[in-house]
């Protein structure tokens, strides 16, 4: 399945969850930081900002992290229902906050 298509927008609610999913998985697998990162032939750094939600990930390390991890269809879908309900919750908080009392 393909980043664009789950996730056509990266953003910091995406991102975030999507990081925070792949940590799970990779700790689910055993698999250390370094591993994964040398797996994806990135360095350590750049593999934590993923996970952190610092920064994008191309289509071709959604892929490989597909198939490292064992990501399934219905698990992707479902992040991204949750990063769209995060996305609204942070929108609906935002106008709250801006809403004169």
């Not at 789950?6 to 799970?24: M, S």
């Not at 797996?39 to 920064?55: F, H, K, N, P």
Request: hydrophobic content about 40%; charged content about 25%; proline content about 2%.
């Amino acid at each position: 399945m393909r980043i664009e298509t789950l996730f056509p927008e990266q953003n910091a609610h995406v991102r975030f969850i999507l990081g925070q999913h792949l940590k799970q998985k990779r700790l689910l697998h055993e698999m250390s930081l370094d591993a994964l990162a040398l797996a994806l032939q990135v360095d350590a750094r750049t593999y934590r900002r993923i996970e952190s939600g610092q920064t994008n990930i191309s289509e071709e390390q959604f892929s490989q992290l597909q198939q490292l991890l064992q990501l399934d269809s219905q698990e992707l879908l479902e992040i991204g229902r949750i990063a769209a309900v995060s996305r609204v919750n942070a929108y609906a908080k935002a106008l709250d906050e801006g809403y004169p009392s």
